[in-house]
């Protein structure tokens, strides 16, 4: 019985000290819990992210440290068999994700396919502004003009920048006309050139309007129109030489009314494809004697200055607001997405001469307003078709 009873106690005092080993077990994985909720390793590797405004809020070494994982997530999708496609998934939507944000996130408007924006119109793309004097002498009957600066000019070249320069008349003549200097790539350009209309008696010139047009300079074609300005210099206090601001105005010579093309844009991360689609035009320039066109569209992708695809659609023959539909698959890996551009031209055919050029699209993220809008609506969009209007240009 003394046995038993020994046995007794010992078995008991087993029990508790067995009760006490677990329960402070239990404890201390509750804590290793609530600290690996902390730890944004294990959240990376379940495949969580943090949310927008915390990213935002971090140091510049953050920024690298994510844009290393940005190239690490590209390199292994690259790796046959090195994931599943899941996983290759969730790289893409990452990748996508960083390479949004790093192209200001907070300017990213959602555009809805089939809104009224994307059936209204083209994005009313800004020309920027030009700074400018002009003064009277009437002791010389000089008319003193000088080209200040230019600010927030579009880009013209699908490079992401301009070569402008400024031409002046005083209308209506436009047989004697002078021009500044060609600022190379150069979006906010300081022409600081003084121009003088010598022997100009006052009451001549408050009759004359003074024109200026802002161009970018091609070497191999025929310049582009960015904008103009006109001033009717008898509005004009000429007796001080006053400065001015002035926002540029599209030009009114007929180089900016090409026409309009909707274009619908569909980026595929895990495929890592841009499908451009060609939906129809509008309102295009005539190009022929009998005041039509016969228009085809042209397609080339470009990765930095290089032509890497070329495709076109079908002609429509004699037709000024042709209907397209014709979609073009383009192989677009995430890493060379900030060098790609695709140039969408809008041709006239002609059989017994060379084919002219209607007007032209640069798709970028980094081209003018209107299309950089349209680039971060798809990058903002993965997998779903963007769709908006563009005005061609010369």
Not at 33 to 62: F, H, I, M, Y
Not at 316 to 333: A, G
């Amino acid at each position: 019985m003394h046995l038993n009873r020994e046995e007794g106690n010992s078995k008991g005092s087993l029990s508790i000290s067995v009760f006490l080993v677990s329960l402070g077990l239990t404890v201390c994985a509750v804590w290793l819990v609530a600290l690996c909720g902390v730890c944004t390793w294990c959240q990376r590797k379940l495949g969580k992210r943090n949310k927008p405004g915390v990213e935002a809020a971090s140091t510049p070494d953050s920024v690298q440290i994510r844009g290393r994982g940005e190239n690490k997530a590209i390199k292994s999708l690259g790796k046959p068999g090195s994931q599943t496609p899941d996983e290759a998934g969730r790289l893409g939507n990452s990748s996508v994700t960083d390479l949004t944000n790093s192209v200001t996130t907070s300017d990213i408007h959602m555009l809805s396919p089939g809104s009224e924006e994307d059936t209204e119109g083209p994005v009313v793309e800004k020309l920027g502004r030009i700074q400018f004097s002009v003064g009277y002498s009437f002791q010389d009957s000089t008319l003193t003009v000088k080209i200040l600066t230019g600010q927030e000019l579009p880009a013209k070249d699908f490079s992401g920048t301009s070569d402008p320069f400024v031409k002046l008349y005083l209308l209506p003549d436009k047989k004697h006309k002078l021009e500044t200097k060609v600022k190379r790539k150069n979006l906010n350009p300081r022409w600081n050139e003084t121009f003088l209309f010598e022997g100009f008696p006052y009451e001549k010139v408050i009759q004359r309007t003074l024109y200026m047009q802002v161009l970018d300079y091609d070497r191999f074609s025929r310049n582009d129109p960015i904008g103009e300005v006109s001033i009717p210099l008898n509005k004009v206090d000429l007796g001080n030489q006053q400065t001015y601001w002035k926002e540029l105005k599209p030009c009114s010579d007929g180089s900016g009314s090409r026409g309009d093309l909707l274009v619908s844009l569909c980026y595929n991360p895990q495929a890592n494809t841009i499908t451009v689609t060609i939906i129809k035009a509008r309102n295009l320039k005539a190009m022929d004697i009998g005041g039509t066109s016969d228009p085809y569209v042209k397609l080339w992708l470009m990765h930095k200055d290089k032509r890497v695809e070329k495709k076109k659609t079908v002609t429509m023959k004699c037709c000024l607001n042709p209907v397209f539909n014709e979609s073009f698959p383009f192989d677009v890996p995430a890493h060379v997405l900030r060098e790609t551009t695709i140039i969408i031209t809008v041709m006239d055919k002609d059989k017994l001469s060379r084919n002219d050029v209607i007007g032209k699209i640069y798709l970028s993220w980094k081209s003018g307003p209107a299309e950089v809008k349209h680039w971060k609506d798809m990058m903002g969009k993965p997998r779903n078709a963007v769709q908006q209007w563009h005005a061609l240009k010369a």
